[in-house]
């Protein structure tokens, strides 16, 4: 049963509902808040080394400003469908609209790092209503057989603000300031929720199921507490290290709340998270290989801008245009994949999608401060590639055999885990690079010994160059040498930790494989075909 009102502001201006072609102007209508949503997921990264500058923080800070949007927007994820279910989806897809532009406006004026990273979270809960509940109008407004078309639709938004996003961040960034990457989506989103109003009609079941209270505030901590503690172990603040008070009350908070979250959802009648759908052996073991992918490949793509702009001098707009290609191949490959999924044994294609992209992610382990155009573009189209090879077999082995009343549950369980992978990728390798850079540039500063032949020789040509640069002379002269000897450490070290965690990320990435090797297979008969989901 359900319950189609007609809302009275839209109904006075327009009856695009009995349109004939009311589903496009929805379908036009999600398409705004999708592409808006998965643009800020992206536009962010080539921005962070202008707001480091601008802000005189760390990665260990800013990697919040990611982490913050990832993290809120999976926890939000799940409950998207309870509240949509009991208030309606117009209103709260204009909800998610609503909360995001503001978000996005206040994100703008942010005056610090802390208030960015908090309206970050702001946008970042609205963005966690737009995508699954904008999925869910557009796939109840198309009929069946429409609703593939439709949803691809609404998947080219997705894809192109992933191409897109960097290269229009870097363009804005370097033209006005880091603000105007959120200032855009102001305009953009009052537009899509006026149109939202007009356009869209309300639906509302009748019968809501209970709120898991307990489930989702037990889920929210464990979730934020363990990210704290994986991300600010290594921080420059916290002295204590990894056996700090504050690290240590953080973890134990954390499993004391993924206990209740665990009892909570295996026991109440009507959990916020469908855990019982990962006893089903293929569901179970696709959304363990989309969490290691998501915690290699969200945490190299924050790292990847940083290194561009901050060690080889690159732009935002330089930076942003490396990206460009990999969501243009991912786009083009992923149809002719999902042919191919139909035909024949998807392993086989996430196998070859799953070393492709490790194989991208170890070339960048020998970065340095004189790496080539060409070494940095060619990991990133064989990224491509192996992102289109794995994602839509990924997905087919992931509900081939999850029961249609499921469906809804698995798909929306399935995105959390992925956002779940990023947030806790950022984090992870985000610390790994701190603790590595505090290496290396201790290492490098063992060797840089002052008493040695080879030092004394370089600090000797660097003083001829400082004085004919500078005019400087004397005890000035040499300062001005030192620091840049220590300038170049530091550089070195950076670079180095880059290098670091690119070889992490890589060997996390072809850890999909161990999973990959238990699911299980079973050939289409003729005439069958498996139904893909995205």
């Known amino acids: 049963m359900a319950n189609n009102s007609k809302n009275g502001f839209g109904a006075k201006l327009s009856a695009l509902d009995q349109h004939p072609s009311y589903k496009w102007f929805v379908l036009a209508n999600v398409m705004i808040g999708t592409f808006m949503a998965v643009l800020d997921s992206t536009i962010v990264n080539v921005a962070l080394p202008k707001m480091m500058a601008a802000f005189g923080i760390s990665v260990d800070k800013v990697e919040w400003i990611i982490t913050g949007y990832l993290l809120i927007f999976a926890v939000v994820l799940p409950s998207s469908g309870w509240i949509a279910d009991h208030f309606g989806y117009k209103k709260t897809y204009f909800m998610g609209m609503f909360l995001f532009t503001l978000g996005s406006l206040l994100c703008s004026l942010s005056t610090d790092e802390n208030m960015l990273i908090m309206f970050r979270v ?3 809960s609205g963005a966690g209503f737009i995508m699954p509940v904008g999925m869910a109008i557009v796939t109840r407004e198309f009929p069946p057989e429409k609703r593939g078309m439709a949803l691809g639709f609404w998947g080219i938004a997705s894809a192109a603000s992933v191409s897109l996003g960097p290269m229009l961040g ?20 009052i537009v899509g929720l006026v149109a939202t109003l007009i356009i869209q009609r309300e639906y509302k079941t009748e019968q809501t199921r209970d709120f898991d209270i307990i489930g989702f505030i037990s889920m929210t901590l464990f979730l934020v507490f363990l990210l704290l503690a994986l991300s600010d172990g290594n921080a420059a603040w916290n002295t204590g290290g990894w056996t700090s008070n ?3 009350s953080c973890f134990a908070i954390s499993l004391v709340s993924f206990i209740i979250f665990i009892t909570t959802e295996l026991t109440v009648k009507h959990p916020i998270v469908e855990l019982k759908l990962l006893m089903n052996r293929n569901f179970g073991l696709a959304n363990l290989m989309m969490f290691i992918f998501g915690l290699g490949f969200f945490g190299i793509t924050f790292l ?27 786009g083009v490959t992923s149809p002719i994949i999902g042919k191919l999924a139909d035909k024949m044994n998807p392993k086989i294609l996430i196998f070859i999608g799953t070393i492709m992209t490790f194989i991208s992610t170890y070339l960048y382990k020998d970065l340095s401060i004189y790496t080539e155009y060409n070494d940095i573009m ?24 999850v029961p249609r009343a499921k469906m809804a549950q698995a798909t929306g369980l399935f995105n959390t885990i992925r956002q779940i992978g990023g947030s806790f990728g950022v984090a992870i390798l985000g610390s790994w690079l701190t603790r590595r850079v505090i290496f290396h540039t201790a290492l490098f500063g063992e060797a840089a010994n002052q008493n040695s032949p080879v030092f004394k020789q370089t600090v000797t040509n660097i003083n001829q160059f400082v004085q004919h640069s500078t005019g400087s002379t004397g005890a000035e002269m040499l300062a001005r040498s030192k620091a840049l000897v220590a ?13 670091d ?9 072809v850890l999909i494989i161990i999973p990959l090797m ?12 498996i139904e893909i989901l995205e």
């Open 122 to 124: 702001l946008q970042g």
């Open 170 to 189: 870097g363009y804005l960034i370097d033209a006005f300031s880091w603000h105007t990457i959120f200032d855009i989506n102001v305009p953009v989103g």
């Open 246 to 248: 504050f690290i240590l």
């Open 304 to 330: 990847v801008p940083l290194y561009l702009q901050n060690s080889l001098g690159y732009t935002a707009l330089q930076a942003g245009f490396v990206f460009f290609p990999v969501g243009i191949i991912q």
């Open 378 to 401: 060619i990991p990133l189209i064989i990224r491509g590639f192996g992102l289109g090879f794995m994602f839509i077999p990924l997905n087919t082995m992931a509900i081939n055999n």
């Open 487 to 499: 300038q170049h450490i530091t550089n070195q070290a950076f670079v180095q930790g880059i290098a």
């Open 501 to 509: 965690d690119f070889l992490a990320a890589a060997i996390i990435t």
């Open 518 to 529: 238990f699911l299980r297979y079973k050939k289409p008969k003729d005439g069958e075909r």
